[in-house]
Each structure stands twice: as structure tokens, then as C-alpha cells.
């Protein structure tokens, strides 16, 4: 073992520094190849180095990918786009650590499995180094280990095999690749640091598994082992690897020809430790395999070790500089500030204890896009990063305020930074849990909450997914709203940092009837909680709706749209709008249109899939196009806007346009379920009051931030039979 004195420890002068990175995995699953880059628009998009650069990083992760660079053969090669963007991080002053391969295979004319790879990646790797001589960091291949699992192992990339064979084949040819790739790069550049990435995991396991949990326990190191020059016959895996066709030869190879990371990086995800458990049946399909169940540890096991404690094991199993390369969690916007400020705190922690640990990565830092299904197939599915590029350009998320914090040496100070992350608290476990609970983490911040004013379907709504997401929250009835001394009493009681106004929401037939007072609670009750929160400097999300619009045009309205309401609900929504825009510009307004999902099986769609399932007839409506909106998609995204600061009216809605009748009918023929019963009726005929509007489907020029109807309806079903279980 290294001798972790050697290094100095960690409390070195220099302070913990913030890299980024973009995630730029360019993967080929069977004969189609996956570019991060092109589906998230980076590609074509030079100025987003600008933004980042203000986030005040001092290094990030940028690809110069071999099959970027040279897709069709060796000799050719395109490096404009390359020379752009390396120029202009010259001239931003971020370092950029330069990523030949992530998770790819390589161009056409190799692969992972090739006899020759090692030899081509460290010929452009040497290409790389005498276009850019001023380099002098390199990743040659991002995630050796990890990457020869999914190739190699479970066959979920090119070239897709399942033996341990292919494994450890690929493996040695990733390993010896990088050995020869820093070996041409520093004949050009003698200073040029390696800095070797994989994902640390960790297994846990019943007793019964134990054995298999050890086995993965030592082979998550073996990338850095070879590389370290630490594998011979006294290695705990050389009978593995010698019976999986690795030959004594080219194993001893490493060791005459070390090539140590200059910086050890560390990948760790929510998802990176796992919990075996021979006990098949007490777990979802999807987590079985033949012989055991393998589930991310955070959601059945106790005792899972934390990054600190895999921080610590690098340091004393190498004695290498360390840093976190990747830091990323697909979730809501608290979690992700969450995640990332536990880690620069825990970052922190294990460089006063010794750890040399020199930086920490906000991954992803334009987001991902379809890593649900571990970037197999483009769907659309995003993640956000610190920015969204969603947008017409990319849009600043509460991540990248926090990072910029960091950066500055500050204290991040958002709200919700006070309350535990999901992977804290005793709600994350999705089966019985194992092990021994743990004391929670005492906490001196006392979190400040939201307050929710209404109490109807969408402020029950909204109370729900803030306790789903940790949210602290208070609700209280709409009434406060019609006496100033009422509402002033609530905020001084609860102390909140926003408020969330969810009074009348969809009550278009009640406002016509009741105009009068109506108004007074919905838009003059609106404008005294926008003064209100203007003199107390708190954050306002409120809630209008497509009814503002005559419906008179064919095509989707955006937020610039002239508005001119036909019913008194629209008419109400747009004075309020008009109101606190007035009084409280930096309110939050979110447009939405046919709201459907509310969790109670009470809505339209509930009550007519329960009629489907029976026979009995249904009336709807057919007449009137709107853009239907799931109400989780609607309140989550609403929630992660009011969290990041934003402003102004939003028009949130799932992209698509239906009726009522279109609706159902879907429905209907997903479940297989007879239609005859449905029946389009008139507004009369279903009792209603107020005139609608014809066309009221809605499109925001700020870009599509909620997913398509069709995935919102797979997910409204999936939750409905769910229920119905």
C-alpha cells in the first residue's frame, strides 16, 4: 500500500477547487452512435463556454472525442470545431481536461474488443497533443471500468458482450490504451497530468452474498490497480483474471510499465452502491437477476457508506491526489442543491482529516439527456444540470448560484438547503429496510417553509409533492386573502422564504356565477399577497390560466399573446396577472390549460375511466382544443421555476393539444377498453355556465420544459392502476 505521508495530506495552502464538466458521452449501441453533445444542442452552440465560464470553475471536463474528430479513418481528421472551442477556453482562462473517449467504443474502424485499439487511441492521442501543446491535463478514456462493464459484461453498449471474457478484455485494452495514450502525449507535452476517472460504488450484501459483494468490491479498483502497476500473482483478482483470458504477460505488462493518475477521480452517484439479496421475491422484476436481487443500496439498506468513507478508501489504497469528477443527481431542483452542497461539505470534512483531495465536479453541467435508460436510446428524457437548455439559450438554474458560491470561497445560503436530502430521510426506502437505522444528522439551520395559500385540488396537490420532495411547508385557506391583517398575521407566524397562491384554480363556472366575490378573493386578494410579499422580500408563485385567451386564433398561444377573455374566470385571472405584475414583478405567474391527474381519481379523466371500466355512458366535451396538463409535471416544474429565481408569466403545459373526447378515447384504447359509451356533448349539456373559449392551446417561448402528452398519459395510467392495485 502507498503511504498517504508521502503526499503531504490534504491540508495543503491551496483551497478546494470547483471543476464542471459537460457530459459528453458519444456511445454506439449496435450500429447507431449516441452524441450527447448534438441532442443537447452544445454542438452548436459556442457561447455556452461564456456561461459557464461565469460560474467560476477552475478546470472543466471537455471532450476532443476520437469519433468526433476522426469518425471514418485515422488519417482524417476535422478539428474545427474543436479549435473553436479549446480557443475560446483559452481565452475564458478554464483549464480543460480533455476527454478522448467516454463510454464509446471508438470510431467505426476499431473497438473495444480490437487488437489494436491501444495502439490507434494513442496515436490520436498524439495528435491531439501536437495540435494542442499547451494541454496539460487528459482523460484518454472516461470510466475505463465502468465502461467495460456495460460493454463487456451486462451488454448494453457495442460491443456488447456478457462474459467475463469480454470484461476483462475490454478492460485491459482501455487500461493499456491510456498507458501508451499518456506516453505520446507526454513525448509533446513531458508536463501533461492523467487524471483517471471511474465510477466508486460500493456492494453491500445479505450474508448469503457476501462473497459475490467482496468480489465486486475488489473489482471496482482494477482500472486504477493496472494503471498503478499493482496486479501480479499476489493480487487478489489474478486467478479471475487469468480465467477470463488474460494472459500473464500482458498482465505483468502493467507492471513494468506503471502509469499512475496524477489525480485519482471519483465518480459516485445516488445509484452507485448496491444492496445483493439472494431473495428474489422480495423485490420488483427489474431488480432480479438469475441468481439474486441488485438494488440501489439507498433504497432498502441502512448502512451505506457515503462518499466520505470511499473518499477516505482511495486515499489510503493509493496515496494519490483525489478529486470528485462527477457530481450529479437527476431530480427536483432541491435535491440536486442538496446533493451537491453534501458533498462540497463532505469534501471539506475529509481534507481536514488528511485526504488529499483537491477538487469537486458539478457534472452535467448542461444537463443529460436519456441516461433513465442508461443512454441506450434517445427519448428525450432531461435532466438538468446548473443550466437548462431547454430554453432558447441555455437558463441559469439555483445549481449554478450555488456553485458560484463555492467558487467565490461563500457559504451557499438558499432555503431549502436546510432541510435533508431524499437519500436522508426514513421516506426513500422503497421495500423493508436492512441493516441498522442510522441517527440522523442533527441540523442547526431550522428550514424556513413555503406556505401554500388554498386548500382545493391544486393546493392539496402542491402540499403532497412538497412532502414527496422534503419541502417544509404550511397551508392555509384562501380566506386569509380577503382581510390584509389576516394575511400579514399567517406570514408573520410561518416565516416562510415564498408563497405559493393556488386559490380558485379551475373554478370557471363558479366565477360566473359568483363574479363579484370572486374577484375580490382571486384578484384583489392576489394583489394584496403580492404587496405583502414585495415588503417582506419573499418569493411568489401564482397560478393564471388559458381561459385569459378569446380562442379565436389556430395556433398555440405564447406568453406575448394578446389576451381578451370571454368568462369571468379569464377575465379575473388577467386582472390578477395585470396586478401583481404592477405591484411585484418578480413574481412567478404559470399559465396552464386542462389540468388533468389530481391523484383522487375525482377528476374528469378519473371519473370517465371509472365509467370506461363499467360501461356506463360518458358525456364530454369535444368542441374545445386545449393543451392537457398533468399536474405532478405542472406543480413539479412550477416548484423547481419558484426555487430558481425565475419570473414573469411561464405557460407550462405537456407538449401536445387535445379535447376532452380525444382524451378519453386515448385512454380508452391503451386499456383496450370499449368506447361506445363515449358521447361528445355540448356545453349545455354538461351543465355548464360560463362560455368557453374555442382553442386555448398554449406554447411558451421560453421553451418546452414539461414532457409530451402521450408520456404524461403512460404515467397518469400507470399511477391509476397503481392505485387501483
Same mark, same amino acid.
Given at each position: 500500500?502507498?503511504?498517504?505521508?508521502?503526499?503531504?495530506?490534504?491540508?495543503?495552502?491551496?483551497?478546494?477547487?470547483?471543476?464542471?464538466?459537460?457530459?459528453?458521452?458519444?456511445?454506439?449501441?449496435?450500429?447507431?452512435?449516441?452524441?450527447?453533445?448534438?441532442?443537447?444542442?452544445?454542438?452548436?452552440?459556442?457561447?455556452?463556454?461564456?456561461?459557464?465560464?461565469?460560474?467560476?470553475?477552475?478546470?472543466?471536463?471537455?471532450?476532443?472525442?476520437?469519433?468526433?474528430?476522426?469518425?471514418?479513418?485515422?488519417?482524417?481528421?476535422?478539428?474545427?470545431?474543436?479549435?473553436?472551442?479549446?480557443?475560446?477556453?483559452?481565452?475564458?482562462?478554464?483549464?480543460?481536461?480533455?476527454?478522448?473517449?467516454?463510454?464509446?467504443?471508438?470510431?467505426?474502424?476499431?473497438? $473495444? %474488443?480490437?487488437?489494436?485499439?491501444?495502439?490507434? *487511441? +494513442?496515436?490520436? !492521442?498524439? @495528435?491531439?497533443? #501536437?495540435?494542442?501543446?499547451? /494541454?496539460?491535463?487528459?482523460?484518454?478514456?472516461?470510466?475505463?471500468?465502468?465502461?467495460?462493464?456495460?460493454?463487456?459484461?451486462?451488454?448494453?453498449?457495442?460491443?456488447?458482450?456478457?462474459?467475463?471474457?469480454?470484461?476483462?478484455?475490454? $478492460? %485491459?485494452?482501455?487500461?493499456?490504451?491510456?498507458? *501508451? +495514450?499518456?506516453? !505520446?502525449? @507526454?513525448?509533446? #507535452?513531458?508536463?501533461?497530468? /492523467?487524471?483517471?476517472?471511474?465510477?466508486?460504488?460500493?456492494?453491500?450484501?445479505?450474508?448469503?452474498?457476501?462473497?459475490?459483494?467482496?468480489?465486486?468490491?475488489?473489482?471496482?479498483?482494477?482500472?486504477?490497480?493496472?494503471?498503478?502497476?499493482?496486479?501480479?500473482?499476489?493480487?487478489?483478482?489474478?486467478?479471475?483474471?487469468?480465467?477470463?483470458?488474460?494472459?500473464?504477460?500482458?498482465?505483468?505488462?502493467?507492471?513494468?510499465?506503471?502509469?499512475?493518475?496524477?489525480?485519482?477521480?471519483?465518480?459516485?452517484?445516488?445509484?452507485?452502491?448496491?444492496?445483493?439479496?439472494?431473495?428474489?421475491?422480495?423485490?420488483?422484476?427489474?431488480?432480479?437477476?438469475?441468481?439474486?436481487?441488485?438494488?440501489?443500496?439507498?433504497?432498502?439498506?441502512?448502512?451505506?457508506?457515503?462518499?466520505?468513507?470511499?473518499?477516505?478508501?482511495?486515499?489510503?489504497?493509493?496515496?494519490?491526489?483525489?478529486?470528485?469528477?462527477?457530481?450529479?443527481?437527476?431530480?427536483?431542483?432541491?435535491?440536486?442543491?442538496?446533493?451537491?452542497?453534501?458533498?462540497?461539505?463532505?469534501?471539506?470534512?475529509?481534507?481536514?482529516?488528511?485526504?488529499?483531495?483537491?477538487?469537486?465536479?458539478?457534472?452535467?453541467?448542461?444537463?443529460?439527456?436519456?441516461?433513465?435508460?442508461?443512454?441506450?436510446?434517445?427519448?428525450?428524457?432531461?435532466?438538468?444540470?446548473?443550466?437548462?437548455?431547454?430554453?432558447?439559450?441555455?437558463?441559469?438554474?439555483?445549481?449554478?448560484?450555488?456553485?458560484?458560491?463555492?467558487?467565490?470561497?461563500?457559504?451557499?445560503?438558499?432555503?431549502?438547503?436546510?432541510?435533508?436530502?431524499?437519500?436522508?430521510?426514513?421516506?426513500?426506502?422503497?421495500?423493508?429496510?436492512?441493516?441498522?437505522?442510522?441517527?440522523?444528522?442533527?441540523?442547526?439551520?431550522?428550514?424556513?417553509?413555503?406556505?401554500?395559500?388554498?386548500?382545493?385540488?391544486?393546493?392539496?396537490?402542491?402540499?403532497?409533492?412538497?412532502?414527496?420532495?422534503?419541502?417544509?411547508?404550511?397551508?392555509?385557506?384562501?380566506?386569509?386573502?380577503?382581510?390584509?391583517?389576516?394575511?400579514?398575521?399567517?406570514?408573520?407566524?410561518?416565516?416562510?422564504?415564498?408563497?405559493?397562491?393556488?386559490?380558485?384554480?379551475?373554478?370557471?363556472?363558479?366565477?360566473?356565477?359568483?363574479?363579484?366575490?370572486?374577484?375580490?378573493?382571486?384578484?384583489?386578494?392576489?394583489?394584496?399577497?403580492?404587496?405583502?410579499?414585495?415588503?417582506?422580500?419573499?418569493?411568489?408563485?401564482?397560478?393564471?390560466?388559458?381561459?385569459?385567451?378569446?380562442?379565436?386564433?389556430?395556433?398555440?398561444?405564447?406568453?406575448?399573446?394578446?389576451?381578451?377573455?370571454?368568462?369571468?374566470?379569464?377575465?379575473?385571472?388577467?386582472?390578477?396577472?395585470?396586478?401583481?405584475?404592477?405591484?411585484?414583478?418578480?413574481?412567478?405567474?404559470?399559465?396552464?390549460?386542462?389540468?388533468?391527474?389530481?391523484?383522487?381519481?375525482?377528476?374528469?379523466?378519473?371519473?370517465?375511466?371509472?365509467?370506461?371500466?363499467?360501461?356506463?355512458?360518458?358525456?364530454?366535451?369535444?368542441?374545445?382544443?386545449?393543451?392537457?396538463?398533468?399536474?405532478?409535471?405542472?406543480?413539479?416544474?412550477?416548484?423547481?421555476?419558484?426555487?430558481?429565481?425565475?419570473?414573469?408569466?411561464?405557460?407550462?403545459?405537456?407538449?401536445?393539444?387535445?379535447?376532452?373526447?380525444?382524451?378519453?378515447?386515448?385512454?380508452?384504447?391503451?386499456?383496450?377498453?370499449?368506447?361506445?359509451?363515449?358521447?361528445?356533448?355540448?356545453?349545455?349539456?354538461?351543465?355548464?355556465?360560463?362560455?368557453?373559449?374555442?382553442?386555448?392551446?398554449?406554447?411558451?417561448?421560453?421553451?418546452?420544459?414539461?414532457?409530451?402528452?402521450?408520456?404524461?398519459?403512460?404515467?397518469?395510467?400507470?399511477?391509476?392502476?397503481?392505485?387501483?392495485?
Amino acid at each position: 500500500m502507498s503511504d498517504p505521508a508521502r503526499q503531504g495530506g490534504s491540508k495543503a495552502s491551496r483551497p478546494l477547487e470547483l471543476w464542471i464538466g459537460v457530459e459528453c458521452t458519444f456511445n454506439r449501441v449496435r450500429e447507431n452512435y449516441l452524441n450527447q453533445l448534438e441532442v443537447c444542442g452544445h454542438d452548436r452552440r459556442l457561447e455556452d463556454l461564456d456561461q459557464l465560464a461565469q460560474l467560476g470553475a477552475r478546470r472543466i471536463r471537455y471532450p476532443v472525442l476520437w469519433e468526433q474528430v476522426a469518425p471514418e479513418h485515422p488519417e482524417f481528421l476535422n478539428w474545427q470545431w474543436t479549435d473553436e472551442r479549446l480557443l475560446r477556453l483559452q481565452q475564458l482562462e478554464l483549464q480543460p481536461i480533455a476527454t478522448l473517449l467516454h463510454h464509446g467504443s471508438g470510431p467505426q474502424y476499431t473497438s $473495444l %474488443l480490437d487488437p489494436q485499439f491501444p495502439e490507434k *487511441l +494513442a496515436d490520436y !492521442a498524439r @495528435r491531439v497533443a #501536437q495540435r494542442y501543446p499547451w /494541454l496539460r491535463a487528459y482523460t484518454p478514456v472516461n470510466e475505463p471500468l465502468t465502461t467495460a462493464r456495460f460493454s463487456g459484461l451486462y451488454g448494453v453498449w457495442y460491443p456488447h458482450h456478457t462474459s467475463d471474457e469480454g470484461f476483462v478484455r475490454m $478492460l %485491459l485494452n482501455e487500461c493499456r490504451g491510456t498507458v *501508451l +495514450a499518456m506516453r !505520446a502525449i @507526454r513525448e509533446v #507535452q513531458p508536463d501533461a497530468e /492523467l487524471i483517471q476517472t471511474d465510477d466508486l460504488g460500493k456492494a453491500h450484501a445479505t450474508p448469503a452474498m457476501q462473497h459475490e459483494a467482496d468480489f465486486q468490491n475488489e473489482r471496482r479498483w482494477l482500472a486504477y490497480d493496472l494503471l498503478c502497476g499493482r496486479v501480479d500473482e499476489a493480487h487478489p483478482l489474478w486467478t479471475y483474471l487469468r480465467s477470463s483470458g488474460a494472459t500473464s504477460e500482458e498482465l505483468l505488462w502493467f507492471r513494468v510499465n506503471p502509469c499512475p493518475p496524477d489525480v485519482i477521480g471519483v465518480d459516485y452517484y445516488v445509484t452507485s452502491e448496491r444492496f445483493l439479496d439472494e431473495r428474489r421475491e422480495r423485490y420488483q422484476e427489474h431488480h432480479r437477476n438469475a441468481t439474486h436481487a441488485d438494488i440501489e443500496a439507498v433504497r432498502v439498506y441502512h448502512n451505506t457508506a457515503g462518499i466520505e468513507a470511499l473518499l477516505h478508501e482511495t486515499w489510503e489504497r493509493y496515496g494519490l491526489p483525489v478529486a470528485v469528477t462527477e457530481v450529479h443527481l437527476g431530480s427536483t431542483r432541491e435535491e440536486q442543491l442538496r446533493w451537491f452542497e453534501s458533498f462540497w461539505q463532505a469534501a471539506e470534512r475529509v481534507r481536514e482529516e488528511g485526504v488529499d483531495l483537491r477538487a469537486l465536479t458539478s457534472w452535467a453541467i448542461l444537463g443529460s439527456f436519456d441516461w433513465n435508460t442508461l443512454h441506450t436510446e434517445f427519448k428525450g428524457h432531461y435532466e438538468p444540470g446548473a443550466f437548462d437548455v431547454r430554453t432558447s439559450t441555455p437558463r441559469p438554474t439555483a445549481l449554478a448560484r450555488v456553485l458560484q458560491a463555492r467558487a467565490r470561497g461563500e457559504l451557499p445560503d438558499h432555503p431549502t438547503l436546510a432541510s435533508p436530502g431524499f437519500w436522508e430521510r426514513p421516506d426513500r426506502f422503497f421495500y423493508p429496510p436492512v441493516g441498522t437505522p442510522q441517527q440522523a444528522t442533527t441540523r442547526t439551520q431550522v428550514a424556513r417553509p413555503l406556505v401554500i395559500v388554498g386548500q382545493g385540488r391544486l393546493g392539496e396537490a402542491t402540499a403532497r409533492l412538497c412532502r414527496e420532495r422534503g419541502l417544509e411547508h404550511r397551508c392555509v385557506s384562501s380566506s386569509v386573502l380577503l382581510a390584509e391583517n389576516s394575511l400579514r398575521d399567517v406570514l408573520t407566524a410561518h416565516r416562510p422564504w415564498a408563497v405559493v397562491n393556488t386559490t380558485g384554480y379551475g373554478q370557471v363556472d363558479e366565477a360566473e356565477r359568483a363574479s363579484g366575490q370572486f374577484w375580490q378573493t382571486h384578484s384583489a386578494g392576489a394583489a394584496l399577497l403580492a404587496q405583502l410579499c414585495t415588503e417582506q422580500g419573499l418569493q411568489l408563485l401564482t397560478f393564471s390560466s388559458d381561459q385569459v385567451f378569446s380562442g379565436e386564433g389556430d395556433t398555440p398561444y405564447q406568453e406575448h399573446d394578446p389576451a381578451a377573455p370571454i368568462n369571468a374566470y379569464g377575465r379575473t385571472k388577467l386582472e390578477m396577472e395585470r396586478q401583481i405584475r404592477t405591484i411585484f414583478p418578480g413574481a412567478l405567474i404559470v399559465r396552464s390549460s386542462g389540468v388533468f391527474g389530481s391523484g383522487t381519481g375525482q377528476g374528469l379523466l378519473g371519473k370517465a375511466l371509472s365509467k370506461l371500466r363499467t360501461g356506463e355512458p360518458i358525456l364530454v366535451d369535444g368542441h374545445h382544443r386545449f393543451s392537457p396538463t398533468y399536474l405532478p409535471d405542472l406543480i413539479h416544474t412550477s416548484l423547481d421555476l419558484l426555487i430558481d429565481g425565475e419570473n414573469g408569466i411561464w405557460h407550462l403545459v405537456n407538449r401536445g393539444e387535445s379535447t376532452w373526447a380525444e382524451m378519453v378515447h386515448a385512454l380508452g384504447a391503451a386499456l383496450r377498453l370499449p368506447q361506445s359509451a363515449v358521447h361528445v356533448a355540448s356545453g349545455s349539456d354538461l351543465g355548464w355556465v360560463a362560455p368557453r373559449p374555442r382553442y386555448t392551446a398554449l406554447k411558451s417561448c421560453q421553451g418546452q420544459l414539461l414532457p409530451s402528452l402521450d408520456h404524461a398519459l403512460d404515467r397518469y395510467l400507470s399511477s391509476r392502476n397503481a392505485d387501483l392495485a
